[in-house]
Nanobody, 117 residues
């Protein structure tokens, strides 16, 4: 199983991006069992949680993105999304998707988001 992240890019402050992370070769029953999340890493800082969604679709967000970012998932497409609106320069970083369940911790390759002021 591989996680393929996409959707990053360069955007001006106030703009929007949607990140996607698709789990290739994962059967639906496996996908249902994972909690998923998006994490951000910037130079000199540890990777931090941005948004997570449980197998039961409960969500949680880092305080600075509440009201601006939305995490969601599409079971039929084996994909988790992060809709990012009202982007700020401080949202800049490499975003990684993560699928986690007992005995399994999967990471995507990272996608760069750059927000210019």
């Amino acid at each position: 199983v591989q996680l393929q992240a996409s959707g990053g890019g360069l955007v001006q402050a106030g703009g929007s991006l949607r990140l996607s992370c698709r789990a290739s070769r994962m059967i639906l029953s496996e996908f249902w069992g994972y909690s998923m999340g998006w994490y951000r890493q910037t130079p000199g800082k540890e990777r931090e949680m941005v948004a997570v969604i449980s197998s039961g679709r409960e969500t949680d967000y880092e305080d600075s993105v509440k009201g601006r970012f939305t995490i969601s998932k599409d079971n039929t497409k084996r994909t988790v999304y992060l809709q990012m609106n009202s982007l700020k320069p401080e949202d800049t970083g490499v975003y990684y998707c993560n699928f986690k369940r007992q005995g399994s911790d999967l990471w995507g390759q990272g996608t760069l988001v750059t927000v210019s002021s």
